[in-house]
């Protein structure tokens, strides 16, 4: 088994979409260890998205993470990290796969319905971004 994170957006939350995106999730054999709900801060988007702080879209991005509730959720699957980012679908949802999670809920390429780590490494300092080890162990099956 291995850990991943995937975050609801705010886009997704605003419009109902958490429970569809925690269902599609589950259908594709992902166990969820561990969910809150919570406006995240302008320094914690900052800091979550610092690989991107360079780039054009990045005081943008920070607005659209602290707009509203986020769901950050912790997901366990044989080769998580992977498969999230196949479910997942393109960053721009105009090409994403039909089926994948953007493609069915995303509206733009900023507000992309969902986050998923991008490598095992960073699943596990994105996990411990939002959870304990503590959070992470005791939803464990
Ligand atoms: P995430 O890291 O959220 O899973 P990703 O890995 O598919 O998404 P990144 O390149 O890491 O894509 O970009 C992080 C986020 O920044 C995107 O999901 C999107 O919300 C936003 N973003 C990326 N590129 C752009 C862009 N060109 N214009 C506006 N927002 C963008
Ligand atoms: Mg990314």
Do not use: C, W
Request: charged share 20%; glycine share 8%; no cysteine.
């Amino acid at each position: 088994m291995e850990a991943t994170l995937t975050i609801i957006k705010p886009d997704s939350v605003a419009a109902g979409n958490a429970g569809n995106i925690i269902a599609h999730l589950e259908r594709e054999g992902f166990k969820v260890t561990a969910v809150k709900k919570l406006t995240l801060s302008q320094a914690q988007a900052r800091a979550f998205y610092e690989v991107h702080k360079e780039r054009p879209f990045y005081d943008s991005l920070v607005e659209f993470m602290t707009s509203g509730p986020s769901m950050p959720v912790a997901l366990e699957r044989d080769n998580a990290v992977k498969h999230l980012r196949a479910v997942m679908g393109a960053t721009n949802p105009a090409e994403a796969d039909q089926g994948t999670i953007r493609s069915l809920y995303a509206t733009s390429i900023e507000a992309n319905a969902i986050h998923g780590s991008d490598s095992a490494e960073n699943a596990q300092i994105e996990l411990g971004f939002f959870f304990s080890r503590a959070e992470l162990l005791a939803g464990r099956g």
